[in-house]
């Protein structure tokens, strides 16, 4: 077993952490300030082959593996979570379900705009009364002579205000309850409608957004089988959480930095606090548990590179990282004290944004059911 990474993952990992070094942390602040969407980020992103990074080069990718893909998520959601978080749902919920469910000619169509970066891509599942319970969607579609007519509507989508090209789930098949007869489908912006921005948090130089369709789309628009939506919707997940724990990672190690940068600087007593032992503490606490999360991520992320099964390992993967990016950017509001409850630091950014990663593409508590009856088999599952 090799724990160290390659020379050309290195080289991936160098790429992605010069440039949000220099086109996107000194920036992060001001975009979570004025909650702008920095479009002009992901030009850049796209010019460097990142909006594509693990895409085959035979459809415009980079042709690097997911476990770069993951590195350059980490590096980029570091200095802006917002970033991240836009590069994870354009690649891992939207671009890559296409390749792995998509027909020759949909793969052809839609896949190297987005790998080039010319499109942006968007996944939207849930809805107000279909979160965890995402069988439970009452998004409709209608079978019409030329394909389909689709109605509905969704919450929480990233993405939504500015992306090209939507994944979208609706029930097709009647009489059917659950995750049963839920088809997935391929729309344009201009076949959904926002109906608002949300205001969150954290994550603010990101866009979620409320959508509203109702439109006709042609048979060609199915995104895999019929009534087989829900596992398009799960197998995307699964790696999807993946990448957020990546961006746990990230959040978390920035934190780590600005909590060790000032412990260095600061005195009390005469003193760096860095020789108090209480803070020596606190970070060897911090360093310890983020590397046990990024492990847990990499490991992850090999797995579905090789094809591997890896749901439980991204559900542990995004269960321990999330967590770990919570108590830790906590923890370095401790360290910076006062300072660290301001807005000229930026930990307490760090906080607000990685609470979220505890909560969507599945929440912690949804990855412990995973987990747990993965353990327990048909025990584990609902009688």
């Known amino acids: ?59 415009d990718g ?34 890559l379900p296409l390749l792995m ?9 839609y896949v190297p705009p987005l790998a080039r970066g010319e499109a942006l891509g968007a996944f939207a599942l849930t809805e107000a009364g279909a979160g965890s319970d995402a069988g439970a969607i009452v998004s409709h579609g209608t079978e019409s002579a030329t394909g389909w007519h689709l109605a509905g509507t969704k919450q929480w989508i990233t993405n939504g205000s500015f992306a090209d090209t939507f994944i979208v789930f609706a029930r097709t098949e009647t009489g059917v309850e659950g995750p ?20 969150k948090l954290g994550l603010n130089s990101s866009s979620t957004v409320d959508l509203v369709f ?22 995307t997940l699964d790696g999807g959480r993946i990448g957020i724990g990546a961006q746990a990672v990230g959040i978390a190690q920035a934190a780590l930095d600005a909590a060790c940068a000032y412990a260095k600087e600061r005195r009390a007593f005469g003193k760096a606090i860095g020789e108090f032992q209480a803070i020596q503490q606190k970070l060897a606490t911090m360093a310890t548990e983020i590397e046990a999360a990024r492990l847990l991520v990499y490991r992850a992320a090999m797995l579905k ?28 509001i401790q360290v910076l004290g006062g300072y660290g409850y301001t807005k000229e630091a930026p930990v307490e950014r760090y906080f607000r944004d990685a609470k979220v990663t505890e909560i969507y593409e599945g929440t912690s508590e949804i990855q412990r059911l995973v987990i747990a009856r993965s353990l327990l088999g048909e025990l584990g599952r609902p009688s």
């Open 101 to 109: 469910f998509g027909t020759t000619a949909q793969i052809a169509q």
């Open 180 to 199: 049963r007869g839920i088809s997935a489908f391929i729309l344009d912006a201009s076949q959904v409608a926002v109906t608002r921005e949300e205001h």
């Open 214 to 235: 109702d439109t006709d789309v042609l048979a060609d628009r199915l995104l895999g089988e019929r009534g087989r939506g829900f596992g398009v919707a799960m197998a």
């Open 1 to 59: 077993m090799d724990f160290e990474l390659t020379s050309e993952h290195r080289e991936i990992q160098t790429l992605a952490r010069e440039f949000a070094a220099s086109e996107i942390a000194p920036f992060a602040s001001e975009w979570d300030r004025d909650r702008r969407f920095p479009a002009e980020v992901f030009s850049k992103l796209a010019d460097l082959g990142l909006m594509g990074v693990c895409v085959p080069e035979e459809f």
């Open 305 to 332: 590179e090789h094809g591997k099964p890896h749901t439980v390992a991204g559900a542990q993967a995004k269960l321990f990282a999330s967590e770990v990016a919570r108590r830790q950017t906590s923890e370095a």
């Open 62 to 95: 980079a042709g690097c593996d997911f476990l770069s893909y993951v590195l350059v998520l980490e590096e980029l959601s570091r200095a802006d979570a917002g970033v991240g978080v836009t590069l994870a749902v354009h690649t891992s919920a939207c671009t």
